[in-house]
């Protein structure tokens, strides 16, 4: 028999010799520079996290790289965080100033705590997905490349700001409470290929898989079909039948959402909100979605109060100023008609005119 | 390989923020998988869409998951991605490794694999991009022997993950990695072999600021929280002061229940600990002088879920205070309950926050053996539709 159930590595044995003496024991952190977090310990102990980003995807060579430098500066330990930065632990005060020359001379971009962007929790995509409508990495690198002065500080924004990119309304990533999320979308009705249905999907299943009951048997090919008037598009049907298509290269776009958090800081967590309902899908660089983001992180940078998230400025100033600040035009599409509509609908005299 | 196979991607190499394409060009110097892998994106980003095809189970011996089967939809254009399955590798908790332990890990992977891996996936695997079936059996028994398990797929308990909790962060109410851990160790069955009506979530996060994000991508969300009055180091508050930290505007008047107030005669901050939410603000500005409370625990939220099938839900709060130790065995009795409801009752593919919507919360506690209170609730009802058992009705 192979050997099986045996877990993961003990985290024991993986921490450096700082953390484990000082597990529990922290008293307060700084941020002395972009970048970089200090913790000091109750007992005098004091760690500096070195933060910088990484494309997720990345070779065995790169792994070398990062281990080399962590092997020189960090006694052989390192860390990832959730949102796919990489975390240079350093107990040794002297060696932190040759660590962060080092990085900076690699060109390895120094940033994302606190108040800043951090790195871009994504998805898949093209790379590995069977249900991408887009890029996730792609996407990434090209907001990226616009926005990376607010990760490393270069630019000062008024507090944390969470990008994520999900290809489809799967999200795997679970964006919909960031402060701004890219959603991969499709607009047609499925195709059903009825010869295949047949063959390959349980019928009973596919028409259950159906949020919004949509898909109707069709006895007399076999198959079933999908009421027009009743599709929003998500792609469940087609997730559990493969006989049928939701994939449209030519319609397929780009969504955009904002104002979620999941901080219980000041306010509670918020789901985001529909900004802009598509964008086209333009690879290599997706010119259309980088100026759209971009757009949001400039009218929200200047106009936030310091430490104000991007949902909470804009539940300040109220949705119809957002969207007359930022140029985005409000559409019946704004206007939820899904399970849970009618909370969102406005019932007091409390707006602005 | 030729670098004018790829103008589309080339672009990608371009610009400040690190390129995933440089990597794919690295992996690809080594692995014709890799090389392979890269063509075919470069025909995605032409095509506007993906080149995978749809379904195809593969796995290991034992293991009902852990591995996702991908194929090639291109594989006479692309035969070196006509299989490329990808294998999930349970992290250790925290995301922490030693250098040896990842270089072991490369070693591997670049003999059995196309040497591309994300650290990590979005549920926090360490996922391994790309190999054959026939090499699947080999690369796992290899990581074996390297001490990396595998992780969840399908309709599982997933790989469980955690923020950086006490091992490195102050406001850490719980040990998230050691709960992370044990939990692991605890439910190895109901990770590797799928026999849930759809995936199960666990995440566990060290404080309200809940930076492992588990109350939106977890079903079961643990979230620390403590349960007396936040610390408060007076001379710590008054050195802010005195430093020119304007108190006030981003402390004071940013709580969201008016607990603080500041004394500027005897220059001490004031809590009314009983309106206290542990919102976390406040020792978030102030972390030199504000601490979270000594009796401390967690709470556990459940039904956090994304978009697919009846929308995305935020976590509900099913537990408002729990202590928390080794051997964490209240938890695993909550999440044994919990699952066993859900795997009675779910439909397949109904995640619980669905379930529960559908039956309603009150049948789901009384399922479960968990009493109804305040803390569950935004507010109560509003609507004169009660449901009453025969036997709480008496003629008067």
Known sequence: MPKTDFGPPDYREMIPPIVRENYGKWRYHRIPRPGVLEHVSETGDVLSSVRVASPRLVSTDFVREICEIADKYCGGHLRFTTRHNIEFLVSDREKLQPLLDELEGRGYLIGGVGRAISNVVHTQGWIHCKSAVTDASGLVKSIMDELHDYYTGKKPVPAKLRIAVACCVNMCGACHCSDIAVVGIHRRVPRVNDDVVSKSCEIPSTIASCPTGAIRPNPKLKSITIAPEKCMYCGNCAAVCPAIDVMDPDTDGVSIWVGGKLSNARTTPKFSRLAIPYLPNHPPRWPEVTEAVKNLVEVWRQRAKPGERMGEWIERIGWERFFQITGIPFTEKHIDDFTHATTTFRSSMQFRI | ?396
């Open chain 2, 1 to 396: 390989m030729d670098d004018r196979e790829t103008p589309l991607l080339d672009e990608l190499e371009e610009g400040d923020w690190p390129s995933f394409v440089a990597e794919l060009k690295r992996a690809a110097e080594k692995s014709a998988m890799s090389a392979d892998l890269l063509r075919q994106i470069e025909r995605s980003y032409a095509d506007n869409t993906g080149h995978w095809k749809r379904g195809g189970i593969v796995g290991v011996r034992g293991y009902g998951g852990g591995v996702v089967g991908r194929y090639s939809a291109m594989p006479e254009e692309f035969p070196g991605v006509k299989e490329f399955h990808t294998l999930r590798v349970n992290e250790p908790a925290g995301f922490y490794y030693t250098t040896e332990k990842l270089r072991e890990l490369c070693d591997v992977w670049d003999k059995y694999g196309s040497g591309l891996l994300n650290l990590h996936g979005s549920t926090g695997d360490i996922i391994l991009l790309g190999t054959t079936t026939e090499n699947l059996q080999p690369c796992f028994d290899a990581l074996g022997e390297i001490g990396f398990d595998l992780g969840g797929s399908g309709s599982a308990m997933r790989t469980l993950s955690c923020c950086v909790g006490q091992s490195r962060c102050e406001h850490a109410c719980i040990d998230t990695m050691d709960v992370t851990h044990d939990l692991t160790m605890n439910f190895q069955m109901e990770i590797h072999r799928p026999a849930f009506p759809y995936k199960f979530k666990i995440k566990v996060s060290g404080c309200p600021n809940d930076c492992a994000a588990a109350s939106a991508r977890s079903d079961l969300a643990i979230i620390g929280v403590w349960r007396d009055a936040i610390e408060i180091d007076q001379q710590g508050v008054a050195e802010y002061v005195d430093e020119g930290f304007d108190l006030f505007n981003r402390v004071i008047r940013r709580c969201p229940t008016w607990a603080l107030d500041w004394d500027a005669e005897e220059k001490r901050l004031k809590l009314t600990s009983e309106d206290c939410v542990h919102c976390m603000h406040c020792i978030n500005e102030m972390p030199k002088a504000l601490r979270v409370g000594q009796e401390r625990g967690a709470a556990v939220l459940i039904g956090g879920k994304a978009p697919v099938v009846k929308g995305a839900m935020i976590g509900w709060v099913l537990v408002p205070f729990m202590r928390l130790e080794p051997p964490y065995q209240e938890l695993k009795d909550l999440i044994v309950q919990v699952t066993e409801f859900w795997a009675e009752h779910g439909k397949n593919r109904e995640r619980l926050a669905e379930l529960i919507d559908r039956l309603g919360m009150p049948a789901f506690l009384e399922g479960i053996g968990v009493e109804p209170c305040p803390q569950m609730v935004d507010a109560p009802r509003s609507n004169p539709y009660l449901f009453w058992r025969e036997e709480e009705v008496k003629h008067a």
